[in-house]
């Protein structure tokens, strides 16, 4: 790749360089994933608990047709307050690139960029995959595809619950991509601790992972992602009967108004927000740290 196809700042090429430990963090659950003014917040917040957790934060985004592994503040509040800034997945990345334009990076686009550029850990909120009444509409997010073909660790609290969880974990055994249960048994629920789905392997250190990730090294063959499954704590999750009762309502509203693709997550996301009195997205957000935490964490015992 030229070396202006993808820019790693400063801090992060060093970092990668001197084999420090490194946390990719994506920039859609900023960009479309969060209300205004608060995802500026989120965005420097989620940043600092990497450094916390002794690692160094690369916030992936192309600004102005450039792919950009680690932001700097300017560029980090461009992607939060610019309402040009695109949704970018990784079939994306190559007419955003060469149109010149600006975009948050989705999970399978960070996961990609990051991967190119040497990162091995990756945190992000819930992944996309196969969505409710997907017979109809084949709606599945890229996120799966591109997961199965990359040799990154995603820190997540499982997958959106707006989605068809146990179709989504059929379709994660189909591609090849690994799961493990972060001290449980059960797949988490994104909002909610538990998606009521089990998990064949359970692991109960950062230690652990990056022993998982070693031995992933070590056998080599086709690269695919390890999902480490790390659930929102029962005290911070969403209550499940409210989240069922609005879940439902929203997925209604959304086929009543004919939203489609790339709108769909969005949509779901804020429409829950709104409906819960903002109780959704406290959960959103605590499972989000939690897991850039734990990132962070397995990072470091790399
Ligand atoms: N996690 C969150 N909020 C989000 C997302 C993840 O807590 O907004 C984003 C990720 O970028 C993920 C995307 O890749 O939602 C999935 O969108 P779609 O279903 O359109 O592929
Ligand atoms: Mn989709």
Redesign the pocket.
């Known amino acids: 790749m030229p070396e202006t196809t993808v820019v790693l700042s400063e801090e992060v090429r060093e970092a990668v360089a001197a084999r420090r430990p490194v946390v990719a963090l994506?920039s859609?659950?900023i960009a479309?994933?969060?209300p205004r003014p608060r995802n500026l917040a989120v965005a420097g917040e989620l940043e600092a608990l990497v450094r916390e957790g002794g690692a160094v934060p690369a916030t992936v985004a192309v600004l102005d047709g450039v792919a950009r592994v680690g932001l700097d503040k300017a560029a980090l509040e461009r992607v939060a307050v610019d309402p040009a800034v695109r949704?970018l997945?990784h079939r994306d990345l190559a007419p955003a690139l060469a149109a010149g334009v600006s975009g948050a990076?989705?999970?399978?686009a960070?996961a990609f960029l990051a991967a190119r550029a040497g990162i091995r850990v990756f945190a992000?909120?819930?992944?996309?995959?196969v969505?409710r009444g997907w017979t109809e509409t084949q709606d599945e997010?890229?996120?799966l595809r591109l997961l199965a073909r990359t040799r990154i660790a995603v820190v997540?609290a499982g997958v959106?619950s707006i989605l068809d969880v146990p179709a989504t974990l059929q379709r994660l055994e189909t591609l090849g991509v690994g799961v493990l249960g972060y001290r449980t048994q059960a797949f988490p629920g994104?909002y909610l601790t538990s998606s009521g789905e089990p998990v064949d392997w359970a692991v109960d250190s950062p230690e652990e992972v990056a022993a998982v990730i070693r031995a992933q090294d070590a056998l080599g063959g086709p690269e695919s992602a390890l999902i480490v499954a790390n659930p929102v704590p029962e005290d911070r999750q969403l209550d499940p009967v409210l989240h069922d009762r609005v879940l439902a309502a929203g997925l209604a509203e959304c086929r009543a108004r004919d939203v489609t693709?790339?709108a769909?997550?969005?949509f779901l996301?804020e429409y829950l927000t709104r409906e819960t009195g903002g109780a959704s997205l406290e959960a959103?957000l605590a499972?989000?740290r939690g897991n850039v935490s734990l990132a962070a964490r397995i990072a470091a015992a790399r």
């Open positions: 994506e859609t659950i479309h994933g969060l949704k997945g990076t989705t999970v399978s960070t992000t909120g819930g992944l996309g995959g969505h997010s890229a996120d997540c959106k994104f693709g790339q769909v997550t969005p996301l959103n499972a989000v």
